[in-house]
């Protein structure tokens, strides 16, 4: 089975703080993905990347960047975080070519103090 | 911009019921439609329908997609207390390989 694992399911932080969120997944998948969950507005992409070291924008980026230095990681950074960064995050990763089926991480729920 | 609706945002059944959700969409460059569960915290894959009228069944539950109407509907016959979770809709688009997802479903079902 796919596993992709995010390395913390619960974490505090707060304003201002520096904050990484690491995602790895097990099956060489080319098409990692981070989303955030918040109720009333369900998923929504921040960032995507179809390669090492290649990323691109989802729909919302600002306030977020990602890196990807080897295949199977993929990592969140919140520069600075603020309180409306406080949500559900869930990391996926797919084939290329098979990109439909998304496979998901547990998620990790970041509150921002 | 694209946009996936689903309704209703939450319901509550008895054990035994069957239920019909909703999720309708409007994009550009349409290439499949996806269902997801999430019970705790990651969304398991469900059903993914990319011609109008064929419908996917998995045990006792099964989903369509209506091209022309742009919907789709995912029916759960004879619920169970274990098919309580969110049920997410999600539009593949375009060749950037992009999935927008609807809000979910919360559907609880009760004895």
């Known amino acids: 089975d796919v596993k992709v694992t995010q390395s913390s399911r619960y974490l505090v932080k707060r304003t201002g703080e520096k904050v990484f969120l690491e995602c790895v997944q097990d099956?060489?998948?080319?098409?990692m993905f981070w989303y955030r969950q918040d109720p009333g507005l369900g998923l929504r992409l921040i960032y995507f990347s179809y390669d090492v070291k290649m990323k691109e924008k989802g729909d919302i980026p600002e306030g977020y960047s990602v890196s990807r230095e080897k295949k199977e990681r993929f990592s969140l950074i919140l520069e600075s975080a603020s309180t409306n960064q406080t949500s559900m995050y869930l990391c996926?990763?797919?084939?290329?070519?098979?990109?439909?089926?998304?496979?998901f991480g547990s998620g990790t729920q970041l509150s921002v103090l | 911009e694209d946009k996936v609706v689903q309704s209703p945002l939450s319901l509550v059944v008895h054990e035994g019921d069957t239920v019909t959700l909703n999720c309708s969409y409007e994009?550009?460059?349409?290439?499949?439609l996806l269902w997801y569960k999430q019970e705790k915290k990651a969304p398991t894959f469900l059903f993914m329908l990319?011609?109008?009228?064929i419908e996917k069944k998995s045990g006792r539950l099964s989903s369509i997609l209506d091209k022309k109407e742009l919907f789709s509907i995912l029916n759960i016959t004879a619920t169970q207390t274990g098919d309580s979770a969110i049920y997410l809709c999600?539009?593949?688009?375009?060749?950037?390989?992009?999935?927008?997802f609807g809000t979910g479903t919360r559907l609880q079902v009760t004895l």
């Open positions: 999600a539009v593949l688009t375009g060749t950037a390989s992009k999935l927008t």
């Open positions: 996926a990763s797919s084939f290329w070519g098979d990109n439909e089926k998304l496979f």
């Open positions: 990319t011609s109008s009228g």
């Open positions: 994009v550009t460059n349409f290439r499949s």
């Open positions: 099956m060489d998948h080319e098409n």
